[in-house]
């Protein structure tokens, strides 16, 4: 067992035994390392809008995503080391786990933070050597002292040199690098070490970086300006793969901006998707990502993106007002008529689930109302308001830092109502001024108009996945949980009935969309907004 009890002990038992330097204990040093156990351990995410807790309670799924950088890492690690991943978004860890494991690798992002200490510390309890990697601890390794190894920025350059070192048993501390991999030699994760089963979707990466430098964002800090691409022939292994393993799901492009590089796109991996649906039949693969919002003005990659199974994407609208766009210098969004791009993209094909952010140094007393109208003008449905908070490793922290005006961490979680430095605006009036905007966005009156005013422009793809039972039970349950005890009743089957008459084809994402607006309600309630 390699733990912080047991290493020195092995070490004292092989010398007393055998000596320093005999051969003998050199070649049972070097079996400890190849039969290493190793626990690849997933903290667990707050209740927050992005977790889609409630909702998916109606399709008997416990977490939206899986930990798909810890799956690609263990991909990395030597195939002779057992490996064993514990989420516990959907399974607790065990004692069991922990009497298992002789290392323990840890990744998770900013949100986690609060889990990731706990886990932490139940396994230095337990005497485990902790490996430490991902966002959460890349920004800030220097605030979990528990750890024994950092393994830091991107796992393609720093895991390699911690392997070595770790099998000749002279690990540093610390394994960062500012340099950014050749993505196209990362392996594909290793997808049978997770209860696939048990999340709503999977996911995989075709590029990492974005060409954009929004002054809150930290992504270009981590993974640089120039988006890096996979081979197409990667990822449409790794979606052979997932339906070799029995996915017949929605997939995730994880992509921080999946239109960054769109020579990429058009030429290669779009082409590719859409002879790999093709060969799929009817049962096609429903796909979503994050993408800006210049894709608007690209009519063919949207055709070619729909046409490849895209139905969904993400963007990050964060506010109407041009002054906080260029206060954050999110200069693609600027001297748009943003509310008309939504729609473009709409009509094409693509859901539009929108980001949106409160407490930029020129917001004013108005900024509730204007987020407000054109969140319900535009038809964005899934509509993530948060204030704005200072991430390390971005030029909005080190602003703020020279300013004098941050106040505490971030929480990493932008819609749990707290802020980490002194806004311009008075604090109290933000507070109070979110706190009403998420309580009208989410009451069932504007929220169910939202939906109506979405369904009327969208124009539904070919590939939107088959109805299972799964979907099936989930109708019953909404009818049972929105349409008989829910306050939103009237609500609920005046849109059914609308849906039916008006956009039958629609039916079951309006059921969907149904059931989120319950997720968010509930959340909304627990986070006292």
């Not at 390699?2 to 051969?23: A, D, H």
């Not at 809150?216 to 640089?224: E, K, Y």
């Not at 971005?394 to 932008?414: E, P, S």
Request: charged share 25%; net charge positive; glycine share 6%.
């Amino acid at each position: 067992m390699m733990s912080r009890q047991s290493k020195p002990n092995i070490g004292q038992f092989l010398e007393s035994v055998y000596g320093v330097n005999t051969p003998s204990r050199r070649a049972i040093e070097q079996l400890i390392i190849l039969t290493m156990k190793v626990l690849l351990l997933y903290p667990k995410f707050p209740d927050t809008f992005w977790s889609f807790k409630h909702a998916l309670k109606f399709i008997w799924k416990r977490a939206a995503l899986p930990p798909l950088g810890l799956l690609t890492v263990a991909a990395m690690l030597p195939k002779d080391w057992a490996k064993r991943l514990v989420d516990v978004n959907v399974r607790k860890l065990r004692e069991g786990d922990l009497a298992w494991a002789d290392v323990v690798f840890i990744s998770g992002m900013i949100a986690q933070q609060d889990s990731a200490r706990e886990l932490i510390a139940r396994c230095r309890a337990a005497g485990k050597t902790i490996v430490a990697g991902g966002p959460l601890f890349t920004l800030e390794p220097e605030r979990f002292p528990e750890v024994d190894h950092f393994v830091l920025n991107e796992a393609e350059v720093t895991l390699p040199e911690f392997l070595r070192d770790f099998e000749r048993r002279t690990a540093r501390r610390v394994y960062a690098s500012s340099e950014f991999p050749d993505i196209r030699r990362t392996p594909a994760p290793l997808w049978e070490l997770a209860d696939m089963q048990r999340y709503a979707s999977m996911s995989v990466q075709f590029s990492r970086g974005c060409p954009f430098d929004c002054e809150f964002c930290n992504i270009t800090a981590m993974f640089g300006h120039r988006p890096r691409t996979k081979t197409t022939a990667q990822v449409i292994a790794e979606l052979d793969n997932l339906c070799r393993l029995g996915w017949r799901e929605t997939v995730f492009f994880v992509d921080d901006n999946f239109i960054g590089n769109k020579r990429a796109l058009k030429e290669e991996l779009l082409p590719a998707l859409i002879q790999w649906q093709k060969r799929k039949g009817k049962r096609g693969t429903p796909f979503f990502t994050e993408a800006s919002i210049n894709l608007a003005d690209d009519e063919e990659l949207m055709r070619m993106m729909v046409e490849a199974g895209f139905n969904q994407v993400f963007v990050g609208i964060e506010t109407p007002e041009d002054a906080g766009l260029a206060e954050c210098n999110k200069r693609q969004n600027q001297k748009r008529n943003l509310v008309a791009d939504v729609k473009r993209i709409q009509r094409a094909g693509l859901e539009v689930q929108g980001g949106f952010i409160l407490g930029f140094d020129t917001d004013t007393p108005t900024i509730f109302a204007r987020q407000l109208e054109f969140i319900q003008q535009s038809g964005i449905v899934t509509a993530m308001v948060g204030l704005l908070q200072a991430i390390p490793g971005t030029k909005l922290h080190q602003r703020l830092t020279d300013q004098g005006r941050l106040v505490g961490q971030t929480t990493g979680n932008n819609v749990d109502g707290t802020t980490n430095f002194i806004p311009r605006m008075n604090r109290e009036m933000l507070r109070e001024g979110y706190n009403s905007l998420m309580g009208y966005l989410y009451a069932p009156g504007p929220y169910y108009q939202r939906i109506r005013t979405f369904l009327r422009e969208y124009q539904p793809p070919k590939i939107s996945g088959s109805l299972n039972w799964r979907y099936l039970m989930a109708f019953l349950h909404a009818n049972l949980r929105l349409g008989i005890i829910g306050r939103e009743r009237f609500h609920y089957w005046g849109l059914l009935f609308w849906t039916f008459f008006r956009r039958p084809t629609l039916f079951p994402l309006a059921v969907t969309l149904s059931i989120y607006g319950y997720h968010f309600r509930k959340t909304c309630a627990a986070l006292k907004l």
